[in-house]
């Protein structure tokens, strides 16, 4: 019944969005603007179909309706109602769904933002976002079809996949992955858009776009920060990061993202990188498929992967679509694009940035070719191989550290040319930060190059980037008179594209060092306790109280509670778990995570006598891991900053 | 146009495409394991479900592994909650009824799943030639080391795991394994279907 109803809405969308693919280029080439209003209509409608599809899927989950397919693929009644509402985004099908109703929903936003603008950049990106949309609603219809008739009804499903109904992180990391990946087309379609209309000289597209592009990069930073979040929180390894092609696939659209943001405010300030820029959005969004692609195809085997059927050819002909008609643009204007500006003088904000964009881009490839490598390895040679971990962290390292320099280098220089004083004055007392934080790090007890460097980079960057923050506030206060809190918030207020970014920098110094520091001085215990019995790990002593066990509804629960101990009273306790969930015979592991200010107290259960009589348990000291996930917030704040609309409009 | 751009563009992105659509042909879900070749895990399961004759046993009978010496094994692990293991139903069932009378047993084993779920899913679906039998706990689940169901387990006449078949089978696997382990000797032999290298 809610089954037939989607099918309809899909099949009305696939009609409404090839209508409106038609229809936009037909209204311009032919001069008659006022069909291009019904090219709009066609956005609007195919989000509300889309919406409606997806609502009947939620709706489909929650009465578990398990003659939809992908109910009764996913769902079951002993689910939690939670964990049936997010299943929507746990399998290929609803994933999909989902999928094509953000692409709808930011098709539909964007439109409905611009489409006052006269010319026919907005109605060529609206054709663009239209073309994507059919890509996704002939998915639906065809090999991801998530409203396939299951007959005869079963009386109950599998239930999710348990890893993916343990943790409430499962709420938060799809979505966000989505709003970032699928936010991605929005500066894509403006760029073709650009191509299209001839108004690929004027950096209008890059203007328009400029929030809706940063707006996709902090939903994507945010996705990467929760999903490292959840593996540490669900896996029971105490890591957060393994270079697998699923963590690499949202990684490696997002080092161009980051280096557009940087890029874009060269094009806007100084009209130079625009061929450059061009391609980085369009490598951007093609590198967002691809990570479908390779995470929806099962082409590269990953803990992550999708089930699969047919659906991985689509994307590769989509994919073959998608770069030959950039290809094919691209090399049309590229000859248009000429740079207005050039480069002044090695000390400038802008040769940093092209510095930074040198450094994103080759680390781009570096992941890219390390996460391909298995296929062509297997190519060439028959066998299945995989690079794994030293090799993207041998790769990657001096990039980071590099790039965390770079940081501090960037804001410190001015646009156009930095005077022999400029450089002095703000490039040399920033080296204090760093002996500081290098100093710190040696006496925390560092000793790889990497780990000590890295924290010597940041300490850099973090006290020029404060010194911005300073410098500007400070002036304020001497031309205003403002104290130092009105100066700052102001400072900021007014140019918030600006300190926005150096928020966000803030966050990333977080993020470094608790890489740096845990992945260098991480400790580990394990043990076999009886009640009663200690383990001690970075100081601390964890002391078994008991092994116990528990029915849930939808799963059963062994877990042993550790009560940490100061001496002899008990200052706090910690419960790692393995749920056993029926549809699955391996127990999921469910480590408990004490958080400190300057680390993490990472419990897991590793093993039990059935009789409870003792329990293996790990432990794990993981320094500044917390930091990680403060800094991950703080850069999204800088983003919401930067995103923030200024409350006059000619600011730019 | 600038020609060159594009041509060196396409230089980067032809090979990508094609190495796609080279790994398409492969399958990474080849999960590789380690039974093939070796000693079947042994098992004692009870009927619930009766199959329809010839190859009909009663509600409640054992089934024994240990009684099955000398003759294929065909094992079959479902559930009425697996969607794929609709697609394969028919399929086991007829070609199961054509080897009625031979050296050759097919049962389906059910996996996490209640007997009144798959006795009902049997009829609905136009019934199972052959029996199926419950596994308590999935201890005999366990045993075989399953990954998720549908997964077919193919015993030769000495007993061994010779070919362990992931996901819905066809008709022409079904034929193919069971005909090249009916005309295996008995004996201390390789196995008829040969484990995957690297397994």
């Known amino acids: 019944m809610i089954g037939t109803l989607a099918r309809d809405a899909l099949l009305v969308s696939l009609a409404v969005t090839a209508f409106g693919l038609v229809i936009g280029p037909v209204a311009i080439a032919r001069g008659k603007r006022e069909w291009i209003p019904l090219s709009y209509a066609a956005i609007y409608t195919n989000f509300l179909l889309l919406t409606i599809a997806t609502l009947a899927m939620i709706f489909a989950l929650v009465t578990h309706d398990f003659s939809v397919a992908y109910v009764a693929q996913v769902g079951s009644r002993a689910t939690p109602l939670l964990y049936t509402v997010i299943s929507l985004w746990g399998a290929l099908e609803g994933s999909i769904l989902f999928w094509g109703w953000v692409l709808a929903m930011y098709a539909a936003a964007v439109v409905w933002i611009n489409h006052e603008r006269p010319g026919n950049l907005v109605p060529y990106a609206g054709t663009a976002l239209l073309a994507v949309s059919l890509f996704f609603t002939i998915l639906l219809i065809g090999p991801a079809n998530p409203f396939g008739v299951v007959y005869p009804v079963p009386p109950d499903g599998p239930g999710p996949n348990p890893l993916l109904q343990n943790h409430i992180l499962m709420a938060i990391h799809p979505p966000l992955l989505y709003l970032g990946y699928v936010g991605m087309a929005v500066p894509y379609a403006f760029a073709v858009g650009a191509m299209l209309s001839g108004e690929v000289e004027r950096d209008d597209w890059i203007r328009i776009t400029r929030r809706w592009t940063l707006a996709s990069w902090g939903f994507l930073s945010a996705a990467i920060i929760a999903g490292m979040w959840w593996s540490y929180e669900v896996l029971g390894w105490g890591g957060y990061w393994a270079w697998d092609p699923v963590e690499n696939a949202s990684f490696i659209p997002w080092l161009t993202a980051t280096a557009f943001l940087h890029s874009a405010m060269v094009q806007e300030r100084r009209q130079m990188l625009r061929l450059w820029n061009l391609n980085l959005v369009v490598g951007t969004f093609v590198l967002t498929i691809l990570g479908t692609f390779l995470t929806r195809s099962g082409i590269i085997s990953s803990v992550h992967a999708f089930t699969t059927g047919t659906i991985g050819y689509f994307f590769l002909a989509f994919i073959a679509v998608v770069l030959v008609s950039a290809l094919i643009m691209v090399a049309g204007v590229s000859d248009r694009l000429k740079t207005v500006g050039h480069f002044d003088s090695p000390a400038s904000r802008e040769t940093i940035f092209l510095l930074n964009n040198l450094f994103l881009t080759a680390f781009m490839f570096t992941v890219l070719t390390g996460t391909l490598f298995p296929l062509v390895a297997e190519a060439v040679r028959g066998v299945k191989v995989s690079v794994g971990e030293p090799f993207f962290n041998r790769m990657s390292l001096p990039m980071i550290v590099a790039l965390l320099f770079l940081m501090g280098v960037g804001p410190a220089l001015p646009w156009k040319a930095a005077s022999p004083a400029e450089v002095k004055n703000k490039l040399f007392p920033p080296a204090a930060g760093a002996l500081v934080l290098g100093a710190i790090a040696l006496a925390m007890g560092i000793r790889n190059f990497y780990g000590v460097l890295a924290f010597a980079c940041t300490g850099y960057a973090l006290v020029a980037n404060l010194r911005e923050f300073y410098i500007g506030a400070a002036a304020r206060r001497n031309a205003h008179g403002e104290g130092w809190g009105t100066a700052l918030s102001r400072l900021v207020a007014g140019n918030r594209r600006r300190y926005g970014g150096y928020v966000s920098h803030m966050g990333v110094f977080l993020v470094a060092l608790g890489i740096a520091a845990s992945s260098s001085l991480r400790t580990e215990r394990e043990a076999t306790l009886v009640a009663g019995q200690s383990i001690n790990i970075a100081g601390r002593t964890a002391r078994l109280k008991n092994v116990w066990g528990r029915e849930e509804k939808q799963r059963s629960v062994i877990g042993v509670t550790l009560e940490l101990m100061n001496g002899e009273t008990v200052t706090g306790r910690i419960e790692p778990r393995m749920n056993f969930y029926p549809t699955s015979q391996q127990p999921v592991p469910t480590p408990e995570v004490k958080s400190f200010l300057f680390g993490d107290l990472y419990a897991n259960l590793q093993a039990f006598q059935p009789q409870g009589k003792n329990a293996t348990v790990k432990l794990i000291w993981e320094p500044l891991v917390p930091w990680i996930w403060l800094g991950g917030g703080v850069v999204i704040l800088g983003a919401l900053i930067g995103i923030w609309p200024n409350r006059r409009r000619s600011v730019a | ?199």
């Open chain 2, 1 to 199: 146009m600038n020609w060159k751009r594009a041509a060196i563009a396409s230089l980067f992105a032809i090979p990508v495409i094609l190495l796609f659509a080279w790994g398409m042909t492969k399958d990474p879900k080849d999960i590789p394991s380690p039974l093939p070749g070796r000693e079947a895990p042994t098992f004692t399961l009870n009927v619930f479900s009766p199959g329809q004759p010839p190859l009909q046993q009663s509600i409640g009978d054992t089934v024994k592994l240990a009684s099955m010496r000398g003759e294929v094994v065909v094992l079959n692990f479902w559930a009425s909650w697996c969607l794929a293991c609709r697609d394969e139903h028919t399929t086991l069932s007829e070609v199961a009824r054509t080897y009625a009378g031979k050296p050759v047993h097919f049962y389906g084993v059910l996996y996490n799943d209640e007997p009144a779920n798959g006795t009902r899913w049997i009829s609905e679906m136009g019934g199972q030639s052959y029996p199926s039998l419950q596994d308590p706990k999935a201890r005999t689940a366990i045993d075989y080391g399953l990954y998720g169901v549908p997964e077919t387990f193919f015993l030769d006449r000495n007993g061994r795991v010779a070919y362990k078949h992931t996901g819905p089978v066809s008709a022409e696997v079904l034929a193919r394994v069971v005909d090249s382990l009916m005309a295996a000797p008995v004996g201390p032999v390789a196995p008829a279907v040969p484990a995957k290298a690297g397994g």
